[in-house]
């Protein structure tokens, strides 16, 4: 079964970065395409962005131009690097697959933005 293990967050002042990794255990990483996704406290999970296979990326346009979306094919582990972060962009962010069907969710890693 494939597991996701989210890592890298923190607590950072607004204009700061972080980078997450998410982990994916099993074979076919590389044949998916994969997405961050985040959420807020009393807010639905957004994705927020996506890399195909073929490494194409798209976002969402509250993060386009400050976060980047990469992937490792040979460590199974695919990157978020967040710059020029805001307090909105405080929340748990998760990745999975993307469209679904997804695999189990992940714990999520915590981002919380100071101002």
């Known amino acids: 079964q494939v597991q996701l293990v989210e890592s890298g967050g923190g607590l950072v002042q607004a204009g700061g970065s972080l980078r997450l990794s998410c982990a994916v255990s099993g074979t076919m990483f590389r044949i998916y395409t994969m997405a961050w996704f985040r959420q807020a406290p009393g807010k639905q999970r957004a994705l927020i962005a996506r890399i195909s296979s073929g490494s194409i990326h798209t976002y969402a346009d509250s993060v386009k131009g400050r976060f980047t979306i990469s992937r490792d094919n040979d460590k199974n582990t695919v990157y978020l690097q967040m710059n020029s972060l805001k307090p909105e962009n405080t929340a748990v962010y998760y990745c999975?697959?993307?469209?679904?069907?997804?695999?189990?969710w992940g714990r999520g890693t915590q981002v919380t933005v100071s101002s």
């Open positions: 999975n697959r993307d469209p679904g069907p997804y695999v189990p």
